[in-house]
């Protein structure tokens, strides 16, 4: 079984651009959450999506959005790009269903630098 | 507001002896709590998970214990291996009705010394 994907896998951008990020999940799989992660902080919650609702949202401004398509592959799109967004970026997909704990698998993640 | 909070950045153990890493959290609603393992250009890698009904989960080498009068987990790796040198993060969750948001720690890195 393929394990979770994401592309690109290295980004450089400027200031004031926008990205998409995108992530294909484990097959079967219908839950997609993303991740930031930035030295000292670990990881923050950005937001999780299922079967293309976004089921719950982490602290992080409008800037930061995203998406579920019907196949559970999803985009992250950050706009109006600051320093301080430079980071990796990790996408985790679960089976998503309720009635016991979903572990979470995690991609290789997206290296964002903006310049 | 660091609800999960891993407050050693580092640690280096001897190859064949116990490794603890620690994890306190302060959120009284997390009831479920994982380990990852992260090595460096690759994503997390789930190692062991503990609900809140037990105070301990064993798998092979790894054991994870809970106290929940003091907030407190760790993780206990025995024998350290070489390849268990890798940043572990201590993760909570809030229940397990398909809410897949994780609180993360800031990590650890384990050093295993040859």
């Known amino acids: 079984k393929a394990g979770v994907t994401q592309t690109p896998r290295y980004l450089i951008k400027t200031r004031g651009q926008q990205v998409t990020l995108s992530c294909s999940p484990i097959?079967?799989?219908?839950?997609v959450s993303w991740y930031q992660q930035t030295p000292g902080q670990g990881l923050q919650f950005l937001f999780e999506y299922f079967s293309e609702t976004q089921r719950n949202k982490g602290n992080f401004p409008g800037r930061f959005s995203g998406r579920q398509f019907s196949n559970s592959r999803s985009e992250m799109n950050v706009s109006t790009l600051e320093l301080g967004d430079s980071a990796l970026y990790l996408c985790a997909s679960s089976p998503g269903t309720s009635g016991s704990y979903n572990e979470q698998f995690f991609g290789p993640g997206t290296r964002l630098t903006v310049l | 507001d660091q609800q999960v909070k891993q407050n050693s950045p580092s640690l280096s153990v001897q190859e064949g002896r116990i490794s603890i890493l620690n994890c306190d959290y302060t959120?009284?609603?997390?009831?479920?709590f994982l380990w990852y393992k992260k090595y460096p250009a690759e994503g997390p890698t789930f190692l062991i998970s503990?609900?809140?009904?037990?105070d301990k989960n064993e798998d092979g080498r790894f054991t994870v214990f809970l106290n929940k009068s003091a907030k407190h987990l760790s993780l206990h790796i025995v024998p350290s291996q070489p390849g268990d040198s890798a940043v572990y993060f201590c993760a909570a969750s809030r229940s397990n009705f398909g809410n897949e948001k994780l609180t993360f720690g800031t990590g650890t890195r384990l050093t295993i010394i040859p």
């Open positions: 097959s079967g799989h219908r839950s």
């Open positions: 503990i609900s809140s009904i037990k």
């Open positions: 959120n009284s609603m997390f009831d479920y």
